[in-house]
Every structure is written in C-alpha cells, then in structure tokens.
C-alpha cells in the first residue's frame, strides 16, 4: 500500500482545513487508517483513526474530537481528516498511516509523505 497525503498549509487560528491521504491497492478498506501527526525533536502523536468500515472511528481525546474529524472512502481509496477550529499548537507535519493498530506508531505499517500544517495566531 502506497500513501499520500496531502492539503496541509498555511492557516490562522480558528480556520479550517481537511487533509486527504489517497491508497494504492486493492486491501484499502481492509486497513485501519490513521493520522498522525509530529513536530520537530518530538515523537509522532497519534491523532484519529477510523476503522475498515468506517463504523468506528477513535481519537486522542475528546478536545480534538470536538475540532477533527476522520472520514474515509473506500470507493475512492481515501481517508480524510477535517480540521476546524485550528490552533496554533496543531501545527505539525501530519502523516496518514495504514494497517492493523490503533493508537500507536507500532501498529501501522504503512505510512505517506506527511504534509505540513502551519497555524498562524
């Protein structure tokens, strides 16, 4: 499976953006697909995932899911992570990933490029 992402950018505090990662492949909804996201001399932090149907989706915690939310759509081999209410400290470079886990790095096996989020105060 092949990854990218991509719709990150330069945004001020309280604007929206949604990133997309497209799939290669024919497994794409047999995978969990996630993202997460890094910034600089810190580990990557898992942020949402969605599972294979799409059914149940999992975040970080409740304040990110009031503000994110992760959609996917396997017609199209695409996950989506819609960002509003953007604050200055979700700036990262955020990764989509792919495979069985949920909530750790340790459990994808797949990863994208990452794309930069940049939010302005």
């Known amino acids: 499976v092949q990854l990218q992402a991509s719709g990150g950018g330069l945004v001020q505090a309280g604007g929206s953006l949604r990133l997309s990662c497209g799939a290669s492949?024919?497994?794409?909804?047999?995978?969990?697909m996630a993202w997460f996201r890094q910034t600089q001399g810190k580990e990557r932090d898992f942020v949402a995932a969605?599972?294979?149907?799409?059914?149940?989706?999992?975040y970080k915690n409740d304040a990110l899911k009031g503000r994110f939310t992760i959609s996917r759509d396997n017609a199209k081999n695409q996950v989506y992570l819609q960002m509003n209410s953007l604050k200055s400290e979700d700036t990262a470079v955020y990764y989509c990933?792919?495979?069985?886990?949920?909530?750790?790095?340790?459990?994808?096996?797949?990863w994208g490029q990452g794309t930069q989020v940049t939010v302005s105060s």
């Open positions: 990933a792919a495979g069985a886990g949920i909530y750790t790095t340790q459990g994808y096996t797949y």
């Open positions: 492949g024919r497994t794409f909804s047999r995978h969990v």
């Open positions: 969605i599972s294979g149907s799409g059914e149940r989706t999992y």
